[in-house]
């Protein structure tokens, strides 16, 4: 261990989170391998070890002959201060050398908060901000991720970015580049001959052009770009990789848990989740499988807890077959199942007893409107009969704690339907008034509401977000309405969700905007204790743009927009459907009830529901 990390970590909280020595890591001989990739998550260490893509990723990489990845995570501020105090350079967790020995930095970038601690993890390394500033071919930069299906904001900083699952496509990036390195390419050439992979996204190779009004005019592929980047896709997840063998840490993390994912995408359309909508088609795993991966990861990690995994676990079809494969193991070995979420519509009191095993935890819903027009027009496909005959069932045995997610400002949300959240959480105190099978316990009810951010590639890309002033109205209506003494409410702040706002549609000249917030001050944007938006809006200023340009204005349906060169295979044009719709309140079905025709079953053949 260096000598300055061995001084610095006495005086740091969570010192574990920099030490790096856990159980599974990955430890090669420097002398047995010719790539270097430093993997690093641009946040704290217990959020980057909770997300399941990065350790799929590690373990994909670690499996690859001549290939050594390792872990790098962003600093507290206390550590980046010493760090820096001490000329410290970032480095990585399983050798301990400095990031900028390394061949690849890539970064794992899920959402667009992280921006500011991306630049901030390639100063800490020594590493010039821009990508035109380095020159040679290492170390390459590259960023993936759900936030990278629009990258404009972080062009100027990466080299490439990759577009969609990783687990074929990194592997396919390394090898060129191990070729490159070894054939002495120059950086061009590599960027060049990458681009031709599908789902590689190359910034340099595309001009931007504007329009007086501050619009795109175009993007313009540059020395034989392809017109348009495809995602790519994991066709059969019973051949994807999964981390059995998984690093433990060895201090507390989020989800400090096995996590078994039961399948990609969603057949649910809800009209505002981009996950839902980038993820698609639908890729099961089999019941087999998974039963015989959570065994395996349990046993060699000896966790006694374990989630399963995906954007609706309870659409998994072989849920329950799979909770009946894993019940003796898991009563043999202690282990608790559990679901991240449940759907109202779905909710079955068999299943929630097996995943309980006999715990009453609270229950979690996200009816995310309060009227059914406006559920309808989000196309959520959950009426307040769904969410009522679940609290039966669930109050009827024994449960007493309920949480429930909303959010504010959704297209054509009206005071009538803010209003009706208040209703629905009276609704909820009434049902367990007549239902609940033990009264002593009390009744709790939780309602949390966030502000509503349009994203790419949903049917919401082209809507203005509702200015700051008209959410906090909206918050004060809500929280005034609200007077039953078994809820609480929750709201989240509105300065965060501003910016997301922005960042999530912004074009590549925000990129100066990045820069020059990230020097008075902005990093680790996700964390409250780290915001501050003044610093943000002066940076605006100074750069001669503004912020609501991106965040409050309504697209037209001819506008090019910043992302507009990837291709996630659903067609722009059933998302106009779908907003159309939407404004009408009118809900369509589910993917495994009717195709909507939205074009990501060209992926599978023809069929993209497999259940």
Same mark, same amino acid.
Request: some cysteine; overall charge negative.
């Given at each position: /261990?260096?000598?300055?990390?061995? &001084? *610095? $970590?006495? +005086? #740091?909280?969570?010192?574990?989170?920099? @030490?790096?020595? %856990?159980?599974?890591?990955?430890?090669?001989?420097?002398?047995?391998?010719?790539?270097?990739?430093?993997?690093?998550?641009?946040?704290?260490?217990?959020?980057? /070890?909770?997300?399941?893509?990065? &350790? *799929? $990723?590690? +373990? #994909?990489?670690?499996?690859?002959?001549? @290939?050594?990845? %390792?872990?790098?995570?962003?600093?507290?501020?206390?550590?980046?201060?010493?760090?820096?105090?001490?000329?410290?350079?970032?480095?990585?967790?399983?050798?301990?050398?400095?990031?900028?020995?390394?061949?690849?930095?890539?970064?794992?970038?899920?959402?667009?908060?992280?921006?500011?601690?991306?630049?901030?993890?390639?100063?800490?390394?020594?590493?010039?901000?821009?990508?035109?500033?380095?020159?040679?071919?290492?170390?390459?930069?590259?960023?993936?991720?759900?936030?990278?299906?629009?990258?404009?904001?972080?062009?100027?900083?990466?080299?490439?970015?990759?577009?969609?699952?990783?687990?074929?496509?990194?592997?396919?990036?390394?090898?060129?580049?191990?070729?490159?390195?070894?054939?002495?390419?120059?950086?061009?050439?590599?960027?060049?001959?990458?681009?031709?992979?599908?789902?590689?996204?190359?910034?340099?190779?595309?001009?931007?052009?504007?329009?007086?009004?501050?619009?795109?005019?175009?993007?313009?592929?540059?020395?034989?770009?392809?017109?348009?980047?495809?995602?790519?896709?994991?066709?059969?997840?019973?051949?994807?990789?999964?981390?059995?063998?998984?690093?433990?840490?060895?201090?507390?993390?989020?989800?400090?848990?096995?996590?078994?994912?039961?399948?990609?995408?969603?057949?649910?359309?809800?009209?505002?989740?981009?996950?839902?909508?980038?993820?698609?088609?639908?890729?099961?795993?089999?019941?087999?499988?998974?039963?015989?991966?959570?065994?395996?990861?349990?046993?060699?990690?000896?966790?006694?807890?374990?989630?399963?995994?995906?954007?609706?676990?309870?659409?998994?079809?072989?849920?329950?077959?799979?909770?009946?494969?894993?019940?003796?193991?898991?009563?043999?070995?202690?282990?608790?199942?559990?679901?991240?979420?449940?759907?109202?519509?779905?909710?079955?009191?068999?299943?929630?007893?097996?995943?309980?095993?006999?715990?009453?935890?609270?229950?979690?819903?996200?009816?995310?409107?309060?009227?059914?027009?406006?559920?309808?027009?989000?196309?959520?496909?959950?009426?307040?009969?769904?969410?009522?005959?679940?609290?039966?069932?669930?109050?009827?045995?024994?449960?007493?704690?309920?949480?429930?997610?909303?959010?504010?400002?959704?297209?054509?949300?009206?005071?009538?339907?803010?209003?009706?959240?208040?209703?629905?959480?009276?609704?909820?105190?009434?049902?367990?008034?007549?239902?609940?099978?033990?009264?002593?316990?009390?009744?709790?009810?939780?309602?949390?509401?966030?502000?509503?951010?349009?994203?790419?590639?949903?049917?919401?890309?082209?809507?203005?977000?509702?200015?700051?002033?008209?959410?906090?109205?909206?918050?004060?209506?809500?929280?005034?309405?609200?007077?039953?003494?078994?809820?609480?409410?929750?709201?989240?702040?509105?300065?965060?969700?501003?910016?997301?706002?922005?960042?999530?549609?912004?074009?590549?000249?925000?990129?100066?905007?990045?820069?020059?917030?990230?020097?008075?001050?902005?990093?680790?944007?996700?964390?409250?204790?780290?915001?501050?938006?003044?610093?943000?809006?002066?940076?605006?200023?100074?750069?001669?743009?503004?912020?609501?340009?991106?965040?409050?204005?309504?697209?037209?349906?001819?506008?090019?927009?910043?992302?507009?060169?990837?291709?996630?295979?659903?067609?722009?044009?059933?998302?106009?459907?779908?907003?159309?719709?939407?404004?009408?309140?009118?809900?369509?079905?589910?993917?495994?009830?009717?195709?909507?025709?939205?074009?990501?079953?060209?992926?599978?053949?023809?069929?993209?529901?497999?259940?």
């Amino acid at each position: /261990m260096d000598k300055r990390l061995e &001084r *610095i $970590l006495p +005086g #740091v909280q969570k010192p574990a989170r920099y @030490v790096g020595g %856990e159980y599974n890591e990955v430890i090669k001989d420097r002398g047995e391998v010719d790539l270097r990739f430093a993997f690093c998550f641009p946040d704290t260490y217990e959020i980057g /070890m909770s997300n399941l893509g990065f &350790r *799929i $990723l590690y +373990g #994909v990489l670690n499996e690859m002959p001549g @290939v050594w990845c %390792e872990r790098v995570f962003a600093p507290w501020t206390d550590m980046e201060a010493a760090m820096r105090e001490k000329d410290l350079p970032l480095y990585a967790l399983e050798s301990g050398d400095p990031v900028e020995v390394f061949d690849v930095v890539g970064f794992s970038v899920g959402y667009e908060m992280a921006y500011t601690a991306v630049l901030n993890m390639l100063d800490l390394a020594g590493l010039p901000l821009r990508s035109e500033e380095r020159t040679e071919l290492t170390p390459l930069v590259v960023a993936g991720g759900t936030a990278m299906y629009n990258a404009e904001p972080m062009a100027d900083f990466i080299d490439m970015a990759l577009i969609g699952e990783g687990e074929e496509l990194l592997p396919e990036v390394v090898t060129l580049f191990r070729r490159a390195k070894r054939e002495g390419w120059s950086k061009a050439r590599f960027l060049r001959s990458a681009a031709e992979i599908e789902g590689v996204y190359v910034p340099s190779l595309y001009g931007v052009s504007y329009k007086d009004d501050g619009t795109i005019a175009a993007i313009t592929p540059l020395d034989g770009a392809p017109e348009k980047v495809v995602k790519r896709v994991v066709h059969d997840m019973d051949k994807a990789y999964y981390p059995v063998k998984t690093i433990v840490p060895s201090t507390e993390i989020v989800h400090d848990r096995v996590t078994l994912e039961v399948f990609r995408g969603c057949i649910r359309g809800c009209r505002f989740c981009q996950a839902g909508y980038v993820y698609r088609p639908v890729r099961s795993r089999s019941r087999e499988q998974l039963a015989e991966y959570a065994r395996a990861a349990i046993r060699d990690s000896g966790y006694q807890e374990m989630t399963l995994s995906s954007l609706s676990t309870s659409d998994y079809p072989q849920l329950v077959g799979l909770c009946d494969d894993l019940e003796v193991f898991c009563g043999e070995n202690h282990v608790n199942l559990s679901l991240p979420s449940l759907r109202a519509d779905n909710f079955s009191m068999e299943l929630m007893q097996r995943l309980q095993r006999g715990r009453k935890a609270g229950l979690t819903f996200a009816p995310e409107a309060g009227t059914q027009r406006l559920r309808d027009a989000i196309n959520k496909n959950v009426t307040e009969e769904d969410l009522t005959e679940s609290l039966k069932t669930a109050f009827s045995g024994g449960w007493s704690a309920v949480k429930l997610y909303f959010m504010l400002g959704l297209p054509t949300e009206t005071d009538e339907d803010v209003l009706g959240i208040a209703e629905m959480a009276n609704h909820v105190v009434h049902t367990w008034r007549e239902h609940a099978s033990n009264k002593n316990r009390g009744l709790r009810v939780t309602v949390s509401t966030s502000w509503f951010v349009p994203k790419p590639f949903t049917a919401f890309q082209w809507e203005p977000q509702i200015s700051r002033l008209e959410y906090e109205r909206r918050v004060r209506l809500l929280r005034g309405a609200i007077t039953a003494k078994a809820v609480t409410y929750n709201w989240h702040d509105g300065d965060t969700s501003f910016l997301e706002a922005v960042l999530a549609r912004g074009d590549r000249r925000l990129g100066r905007v990045l820069e020059a917030a990230y020097r008075r001050g902005a990093k680790l944007d996700a964390w409250s204790d780290c915001f501050d938006l003044g610093r943000w809006l002066a940076a605006f200023e100074e750069c001669g743009l503004d912020p609501e340009f991106y965040a409050c204005r309504e697209r037209g349906r001819e506008e090019i927009l910043p992302w507009s060169v990837i291709d996630c295979y659903v067609s722009e044009d059933f998302l106009w459907r779908q907003r159309e719709l939407a404004h009408q309140s009118a809900a369509t079905p589910d993917c495994r009830a009717r195709c909507g025709g939205c074009g990501a079953n060209i992926v599978e053949g023809g069929e993209c529901y497999r259940g």
